[in-house]
């Protein structure tokens, strides 16, 4: 077992990553909880368009998540390295890569918005007006489009935080950030002391305005303690990136980008197959998938301490330090979710009542609830192998082992299950989501074979 468990040194260094960043996201989702059950109050058709809505948008974060993550690999290996330089001009590349995207973005969504929400509003529901849910759909996208913008910077410059060891910052940024958007949630969607009652909007403008918060801490207090943030020195005096070290985190980082982005599609396709059995579907998805993220915040943030901690290793040439810590940081995230998937287990039965919707939804977002929490330590197994090998810059392994399989595997097989049997729609999700014991079997084999060990960075390339 001494394989698999660390010492007391190694849990100290593996906590100072894990508990900011999981305070963070937990604050972030637990708000989100909260904006959701709000929103829900409102009722059905209200909540049934933020979360089409929001599954739209989920695409785009995804995408800016790829985009600074392929630039993140080779910021933990210069950190790891002491090349500061090399750290500054992969956040001018995340930057660049983030505004574009922000435009492209904005773009789609104004032009085809209702198109693309109209493809969630197939399924026959007797509760439920698809006009209605559409309605509120857009409403709520239209206001969250400029809202994007700030979300892309907080990630280029909190990734590049964290890739140097500053973790408490993003955090403390975050939870301004929630309680001012939790603030704003409760007078603007039930029209509080004396603001407009707006509903679904209300939760758009709340989301808006605390993400401006969020965006002006992080960058403000970066620039103000550029001792502490060498990268930070000279940042915007040009945005020359060498053009080695853009091709590199191009080769390395499109493949990732790629790979986020058609596996929030495929996320985006699979809840279209899931939502033929009716818009009540998309409303207990929504319920179930809330108090989901929130429990997933543990795997997540064991992802990105593999991602950091591993990363930093392999940039200062500690090729077997990097494997075994490697090892013990997948044991201690497949065990933590274990135990999270309990108390999630526990927890499902009662989560469904806060929202005012029908008997049968809440039934239904019970039912899912308990699936995700029986797959849980399966889905920390996999994600952790996913940053293992991203890691170390295996991007092209990753695009076929994460959005691959999701395309190949996922899609197809919930697209016959919901289009061709009768088979109940909480067994058709458990099968779908189940079936990727297949990704743990392969994320295994090729974590054990270390075909993610390679340094990836050098003094020449800054």
Not at 18 to 28: E, K, L, Y
Not at 127 to 136: F, G, H, I, Q, R
Not at 202 to 221: D, H, K, L, Y
Not at 351 to 380: G, H, K, Q, S
Request: with cysteine; charged share 15%.
């Amino acid at each position: 077992m001494k394989k698999y468990i660390g010492d007391k040194r190694f849990y100290r260094m593996v906590l100072a990553v894990v508990v900011p960043i999981m305070i963070q996201n937990g604050i972030t989702n637990f708000v989100s909880l909260l904006d959701n059950i709000m929103v829900g109050q409102v009722g059905t058709e209200q909540m049934s368009g933020v979360a089409i809505a929001n599954q739209l948008i989920f695409v785009f974060n995804l995408c800016i998540f790829g985009a600074v993550s392929g630039a993140g690999i080779f910021g933990a290996q210069f950190y790891g390295s002491g090349d500061h330089e090399g750290v500054r001009d992969t956040l001018r590349f995340k930057l660049v890569i983030s505004v574009l995207l922000f435009l492209c973005a904005a773009l789609i969504f104004t032009g085809a918005g209702e198109q693309l929400i109209r493809l969630y509003l197939s399924g026959e529901s007797e509760s439920v007006d698809p006009e209605k849910t559409l309605a509120y759909g857009m409403a709520y996208l239209r206001i969250m489009i400029p809202g994007l913008l700030p979300f892309a910077l907080v990630q280029s410059y909190a990734g590049t935080l964290r890739e140097t060891g500053e973790t408490m910052l993003p955090m403390k940024a975050g939870i301004v950030s929630v309680l001012v958007n939790l603030m704003l949630n409760y007078l603007l969607i039930f029209g509080k002391f004396g603001c407009p009652k707006l509903g679904a909007e209300g939760a758009a403008v709340a989301t808006v305005t605390a993400r401006f918060v969020e965006v002006a801490i992080v960058i403000s207090w970066t620039h103000r303690h550029t001792k502490e943030n060498l990268f930070a020195h000279g940042l915007y005096r040009n945005f020359h990136i060498p053009v080695h070290l853009a091709g590199q985190i191009l080769r390395k980082g499109t493949p990732l980008m790629l790979n986020e982005t058609l596996w929030s599609l495929g996320m985006a396709a699979l809840m279209q197959c899931y939502s033929v059995r009716g818009l009540s579907v998309v409303a207990a998805m929504n319920i179930s998938s809330t108090i989901s993220n929130l429990f997933s915040i543990v795997f997540m943030a064991m992802g990105n301490a593999v991602a950091i901690i591993v990363g930093q290793l392999l940039g200062a040439g500690k090729m077997e330090e990097a494997k075994d810590t490697d090892v013990k940081l997948i044991f201690f995230s497949v065990v933590s979710c274990a135990v999270v998937g309990v108390g999630m287990a526990v927890f499902a039965p009662f989560f469904p009542r806060l929202y005012n919707t029908e008997p049968a939804i809440r039934e239904m977002a019970r039912d899912f609830i308990w699936v995700a929490a029986i797959l849980m330590p399966m889905n920390a197994f996999v994600n952790a192998s996913y940053f293992t090998l991203r890691s170390g810059g295996k991007t092209v392994i990753t695009f076929f082992f994460d959005c691959g399989y999701v395309w190949v595997v996922s899609i197809p097989l919930a697209y016959c299950l919901s289009r061709f049997t009768d088979l109940p729609i909480q067994p058709l999700y458990f099968i779908c989501q189940g079936a990727d014991i297949l990704k743990c079997v392969v994320g295994y084999i090729l974590v054990k074979k270390g075909v993610w060990i390679e340094k990836l960075v050098d003094h020449s390339m800054a």
